[in-house]
């Protein structure tokens, strides 16, 4: 079902192959593989592709706390900053294990009535568990009324 609603809303995210690996309240496991659609001219997975699979893996947590709300929430990435370590091939994971913090901050906007930021953090690694990315993606949370 993943993968269907994949094709329909996040095309992008389809076609460079972002699975999930694994998925709580509390962290989100994305990964991407070197491929045909995900590759750069450096023989290493394009940028891009990589910053989709580490919001997607902050995104999830978001997402998870905010579904089933009522009035609803709205969210929206306000900033994002990256730093690469490595060269990105073959099956890159990214972490993020910040869905206690996501939680904090759509409860502090639905409390506060008022738009809320919250930094994330995704760590990309490697098949042999090497850093070779990190980026840090701000949120924005806020109660809508639609």
């Not at 999830?60 to 990105?88: E, N």
């Amino acid at each position: 079902m993943f993968r269907i609603y994949l094709l329909k809303a996040l095309p992008a995210a389809f076609f460079s192959g972002l699975r999930i690996q694994t998925l709580s309240t509390s962290s989100a496991v994305v990964t991407i593989k070197y491929s045909w659609f995900s590759k750069n001219p450096f023989k290493s997975i394009y940028f891009a592709c990589l910053g989709m699979a580490a919001e997607m893996s902050t995104g999830l947590l978001a997402l998870i706390h905010s579904q089933y709300r009522r009035p609803r929430i709205s969210m929206l990435v306000l900033s994002m900053s990256a730093s690469f370590h490595k060269k990105a091939v073959g099956k890159i994971r990214f972490e993020c294990h910040d869905g206690e913090k996501i939680l904090q901050a759509i409860e502090q906007a639905v409390t506060t009535k008022e738009g809320v930021t919250c930094e994330t953090l995704s760590r990309g690694f490697d098949e042999e568990g090497r850093c070779v990315a990190e980026f840090t993606i701000n949120w924005t949370f806020k109660e809508t009324s639609k």
